[in-house]
């Protein structure tokens, strides 16, 4: 009875990540059950997903830092949204702090979790892993370089966030005096060398990619390190990291710099080789950019504009069946009716389904982001010499009957210029006061639901008191078409994993890799094309020599940088991309340093509706790169630093 209890335990605390609200703890608790966990194949599986576990939820969309503290998305009201609940959107409004830092994952609280137990819990089973019996050897390598490539992710999510930490590779003996075990920051080069070199020997034993969909999708495969791989060293050779020279004083205890001032640019040619050999491979494996084909019990073919907007709707909401463009997927975080109802879809869109208060669409867009998208001709608006840039605000009505905009725009309502021929990226991904909302119901994409953002409107902010865009617009990108809203407050959500990596982001690293090391050339823009003919788009060259006020751009080095940066913005959209990008291109100090913009929501009539209003004046400073460490942990950790500047 004894022994049953106490693998009941160990299987509870197994399940239960958070459970231990510790700073860097790598004494293992309840030592006396561990060998239970290894007892058996079965019991090391469950200790194999507790290591999976860990992995930070995405469509959490409280504590993943990328949604909300960022510039892509705001909020309707602090009234609505406290800083207990939404610690992320917190820090966009410059909360963070180091007495009690929000979305704490280093100790573990305000949002957050300790992901050093994470770490923890993968060198536990790679210690153990090898005496369990009844497994194939095999299997027992490929679990071992499974665990082993996430404890160096989580060492990558942890770099990330914190800057310069400690590499804890093994765990301390487990009767070490606590007050011993006093772990040093080691220097950004020091930790990205230990992360890739602990990938690299992990993927000889991996599987190559999933056999078994149904069962292995989200597991970790070479596809996947290979690809995360790629993500890593592009962010390694990234300004934030190659030749930092804003914290000439950040030392450890030997004098030595925790930041690299001199820019290596080796370090951009290893990173596009490893985007080069990830792409072979995940192509090689059956990967390629997603394209919606329209189902056949569509009562009409749909307008070719309408398949490029499902495209990009589709990369990122089509399951793994139907969506090859998915490299890396965490299946424990799924977009259901609490995101996909509450937070994405825009209130009340069918208009026979008025009542319907499951849907709010309360994670706004802002105005912003909405700017990023191209014109129609692929080219930044305040680029396009055919594009009327300067009245961009000014008041328009859609033309009745047939025209060019009547798939996009509701023929006869009046909204902004703004919102007339863009590309298609921006019809597909965002959801605004007179357009269309294209679902698996309708029959027709003629018969997509015309969306009315103003008060008295289907859409209106006044129907609900807090789930409404504080800003009018709502992410349409992710929203599955085939999501249902029903009678009463019935909403179905067509279930769909949260993607960490998929192939046009890869295509996009291995552009700008290509870019730092050479400049322009035929490659690069292969890959940047590709990404723009899925989208309906011309070529980067075409487009801006026969658009552009910059027709020359794409041809430099600087220009194309700054191409390939609003290509990211835009095709990754809305997937918790853009709050990484900033800080690695040190970009943010004047992305995240502009008021947050947004309409003027409660007024009835155009004119006023379409006031542009300041939601938010940020201030972003050189410190917010990188979070601060609690003063707690400081404090008892005589040995560790403070986060720079903090």
Known sequence: MKKILSIILLAALLVLPGACNKYIDIVPDNIAELHMAFASRTMAERYLHTCYSWIPKGHNL????????GDEFWMNSTTNFSQGGWPNWYIAMSGQNSNSPLLNYWDGNNGGFSIWQGIRDCNIFIENIQ???????QEKDRWQAEVSFLKAYYHYYLLRMYGPVPIVDVNTDTFEDPENIHYERQSTDKVFTYIINTIDEAIPALMENVMQPAEENGRVTQVVAKAMKAEILVTAASPLFNGNSDYPGYIDAAGEPLFNASYDPEKWSIAAEACREAIALAEGSGISLYK???????????????IYQMSIRGAVTARQDLNHEAIWVNNSSMAGASEQGHAFMVRSPDPEKIANTSTGGYMAPTLNIVEKFYSKNGVPIEEDYTYDYANRYELREVPLGDSPYQYDLTPGYTTINLHFDREDRFYGSVSFDGGRYFMSNHGSDKDAWSTNYRPGGNCAATNSPTRYSGTGYTPKKLVSYRSVIGNDNNYTAYEYPYTMMRLANLYLLYAEALNEVNGPSE???RYLDAIRERSGLRGVRESWLDYSVQPNKPNSQDGLREIIRRERTIELAFEAQRFWDLRRWKTAQVELNTPIYGWDILQGDPQTYYRRRVLFSRSFTLREYFWPISNNEIRRNDGLLQSPLW
Not at 131 to 137: F, I, L, P, R, S
Not at 292 to 306: K, Y
Request: glycine letters at 4%; proline letters at 9%; hydrophobic letters at 40%.
């Open 292 to 306: 919606w084909v329209p189902p056949t019990n569509m009562a009409q073919v749909p307008q070719q504009s309408t």
């Open 523 to 525: 490659e690069v823009f």
């Open 131 to 137: 005496g369990v019996e009844e497994m194939e050897q």
């Open 62 to 69: 409280s504590t993943n830092a990328a949604m909300l503290a």
